[in-house]
């Protein structure tokens, strides 16, 4: 993979740097199981996979990764809705305080950005499923829908509140975050619901 992947120059003109790929012992994996691949991609098949690095890096992350299908297992989010995604997480000081880049897969197909913020909590006891807020685009485009056996590109950059967010290339979400839901920071990460991957996960050192 070419340094393409998050090496871009954004709207405001400033450059974003190549990647660095991220193997399994650079995760903290906090809920579910990634493996190895003898190619050295990582495989999940669990129905909830959360994991974060265990170093610091820009907020600018790719996952490149193929759908397999749904999960053997099935758990529903707290909502009670089941829903098939991959996303990134972005600042991701703890479970209960981070921004998530998520690419829903079923029931509807889209890129989805929510801030997670509860101050003074940091453990899902704690927390739960609370504090979070949808953040709506100052622009947006359609994404691929994603089929079992088909690769796609999910990466964002966050430059100080202005998230852009790419889907297969294409620029599917732009928008500005609150900076008052922003007083936390924290390292980057992935996350998945109810859908097999195999994946390699991208940083801008």
Known sequence: MGAGLIACVTRS????????????DGFDVTS??????????????????RAVLRHR????AAIRFRYLGPTAATKPLASGEVRRQ??????????CNLV??????????????SIKRNPGQRTHVECGAHGYVTIR????????????????????VLQAETLAVWA???????GSLPPKLLDF?????????????????????
């Open 32 to 49: 579910g199981v990634v493996r190895i691949l003898p190619d050295a991609r990582l495989r999940i098949e669990g129905p909830e996979v």
């Open 13 to 24: 003109g400033t450059a974003v740097g190549a990647p660095t790929r991220i193997g399994r």
């Open 137 to 156: 685009p100052q622009r947006s485009a359609p994404v691929a829908a994603v089929r079992a056996g088909s690769a796609h590109t999910l990466r964002a």
């Open 100 to 113: 998530y880049v998520m690419w829903h897969i079923e029931p509807d197909a889209r890129i989805a950005v």
């Open 185 to 205: 920071d924290g390292p980057v990460g992935l996350r998945t619901d109810n859908a097999a991957f195999e994946l390699e996960f991208f940083v801008d050192e």
């Open 57 to 60: 890096t820009a907020p600018a």
């Open 86 to 95: 991959i996303g990134l997480k972005l600042r991701a000081q703890d479970t």
């Open 168 to 174: 297969d290339g294409l620029l599917a979400w732009e």
